[in-house]
């Protein structure tokens, strides 16, 4: 598979103006005026790289459709890579049980990043029939023995605020009182 990279180094095209490249790009990446000022420093800036020939592609349409005249070049292949890289494995028959129990599934990856994961030995554990409880059955749990003999119900419409103490007093009547001027 073959990975591209997209760069930049501030040419324009033909008929396309600065200051509407400018917006255009900083509405293309969501960027600020500084870097998309960086963008025309005159350097090649590297805006994506391990791309596939798709994915480079929407990005120099994109690119284009803005103003801005794009690069795009193939990755160099480092050939330590070519010889690290594991072997492609292909979709593996469906696994037959065997003394040992059952085999793991083998798939073959999508990408170079799940190809790091094909060594890897999972369970294949399915998936459970409609209406099946897969909740961990628990032991029933035993009520604890408790004397409540002490404790007793108030009658249904009692008050059950605070006693009143005897030394609680109703405040006196003052309504018949008045203040002088």
Do not use: W
């Not at 979709?91 to 999508?110: F, I, N």
């Amino acid at each position: 598979m073959s990975l591209y990279e997209i760069a930049f180094s501030g040419q324009l095209l033909p008929g396309a103006r600065l200051e509407q490249v400018e917006a255009n790009l900083s509405k293309l990446f969501q960027a600020d005026a500084q870097r998309i000022a960086q963008l025309f420093s005159g350097r090649r800036i590297v805006i994506k790289q391990n791309l596939d020939f798709a994915a480079v592609e929407k990005y120099r349409q994109a690119m284009e459709r803005a103003g801005a005249q794009v690069e795009v070049r193939p990755m160099p292949v480092d050939v330590e890579e070519i010889e690290l890289a594991p072997p492609p494995v292909e979709a593996a028959p469906v696994p037959s049980e065997s003394a040992a129990g059952p085999q793991p599934l083998k798939v073959a990856p999508r990408d170079e990043y799940m190809a790091a994961f094909v060594d890897v030995e999972a369970p294949d554990f399915g998936i459970a029939p409609v209406g099946a409880d897969l909740q961990d059955t628990r032991a029933p749990v035993q009520t604890p023995a408790l004397d409540l003999s002490q404790f007793s119900l108030a009658p249904l419409g009692s008050d059950m605020s605070e006693r009143r103490r005897a030394t609680d007093v109703p405040a006196p009547d003052t309504s018949h009182l008045k203040l002088a001027d």
